[in-house]
């Protein structure tokens, strides 16, 4: 997935714990998204950049908090991870509003135990 | 809202035959359509989209799609498949007013020998 990392790649964590999920993009792409992916339920939208310090919620924002103070950084947090969290992050790069097509990181297995 | 349907969540084929995945949306404005595969612990790679113009899409690997307006469908097909298609097929909407994807929920091709 050239020009878009996503760290880490693997984590487990506690009930309760802060967590961090960093998307890297070196496109200079001016959207950036976070999905999760559930078995049964496809690709789901958590949040979405569509430049520096402008965010917006998707359809399965609750629980969840993004930042984005430079163009090629898009972390997502979630403030208190609970068992329902643990899913496949992705995050995906656009260049335009309307997605001509996105590039896709390679994701983050999450486990919340 | 736009909202995307898979009605299949599986489908079994043997090597070299014909493949049809299916597709649905639903929405009030002109979209965009898009069709990605994720290979087994991998990001999603596009496959196949339709903007505008021809209703019939090729994209790569030997995949076409057909966009039905009346319909509202965008199935995916190959006439000859292979072993090496076998993962998870996504279909995805936009539209000019939205500034992300909305995706299905998946369907899982497995090419059998």
């Known amino acids: 997935d050239a020009g878009i990392t996503q760290s880490p790649r693997h984590k487990v964590t506690e009930t309760g714990t802060p967590v961090t999920l960093r998307c890297h993009q070196t496109e200079n792409h001016r959207y950036m998204y976070w999905y999760r992916q559930d078995p049964g339920h496809g690709l789901r939208l958590i949040h979405y950049?569509?430049?520096?310090?402008?965010?917006d919620k998707g359809e399965v924002s609750d629980g969840y908090s993004v930042s984005r103070s430079k163009t090629e950084d898009f972390l997502l947090t979630l403030e208190s991870a609970t068992s329902s969290q643990t899913s496949v992050y992705f995050c995906a790069i656009s260049e335009r509003a309307v997605p001509y097509g996105y590039t896709f990181g390679s994701g983050t297995r999450l486990t919340v135990v | 809202a736009q909202s995307v349907t898979q009605l299949d969540s599986q489908v079994p084929v043997f090597e070299e035959a014909p493949v049809e995945l299916r597709c649905n949306y639903s929405s009030s404005v002109s979209v965009y359509l898009f069709w990605y595969v994720q290979y087994p612990n991998q990001g999603l790679q596009l496959l196949l989209k339709y903007l505008s113009g021809s209703t019939l899409v090729k994209g790569i690997n030997g995949f076409e799609a057909e966009f039905n307006k009346s319909q509202t469908s965008f199935h995916l097909r190959k006439p000859s498949v292979h072993i090496s298609d076998t993962a998870e097929y996504f279909c995805?909407?936009?539209?000019?007013?939205?500034?992300?994807?909305?995706f299905g929920s998946g369907t899982q091709l497995t090419v059998l020998p």
């Open positions: 950049s569509y430049g520096v310090k402008d965010t």
């Open positions: 995805a909407v936009t539209s000019g007013s939205a500034r992300q994807l909305t």
